[in-house]
Nanobody
Framework: VQLVESGGGLVQPGGSLRLSCLAY????????MTWYRQAPGKERELVAA????????RYADSVKDRFTISRDNAKNMVFLQMDSLKLEDTAVYYC??????????WGKGTLVTVSS
């Protein structure tokens, strides 16, 4: 199993970024996917989650109405559209799944920096 994030970068407050995560090595369409983030000096926190068939999603209160999680099961990809970015959204963003055999899998992360 491998999860590879991309799309991070430097953006001004109020701007947008779209993160992508490409999954390898498991039946992607059978598993829910989540995005976590970890800001400097803080614990890792769940940002958004999506069910295997995209029928349900959930978000942290801090990103609700600004971030949108989606997935493309044909391409083995999950996305995080981030709009109206704030300084406090600065963090390393990780793709995650509670995958085959009940194991947690993580990507290496992609850095999002919101700064003026």
């Amino acid at each position: 199993v491998q999860l590879v994030e991309s799309g991070g970068g430097l953006v001004q407050p109020g701007g947008s970024l779209r993160l992508s995560c490409l999954a390898y090595g498991f039946t992607f369409s059978s598993y829910g996917m989540t995005w976590y983030r970890q800001a400097p000096g803080k614990e890792r926190e769940l940002v958004a989650a999506i069910s295997s068939n995209a029928a349900s999603t959930r978000y942290a209160d801090s990103v609700k109405d600004r971030f949108t999680i989606s997935r493309d099961n044909a391409k083995n990809m999950v996305f995080l559209q981030m709009d109206s970015l704030k300084l406090e959204d600065t963090a390393v963003y990780y793709c995650h799944t509670h995958g085959p055999y009940g194991v947690d899998y993580w990507g290496k992360g992609t850095l999002v920096t919101v700064s003026s």
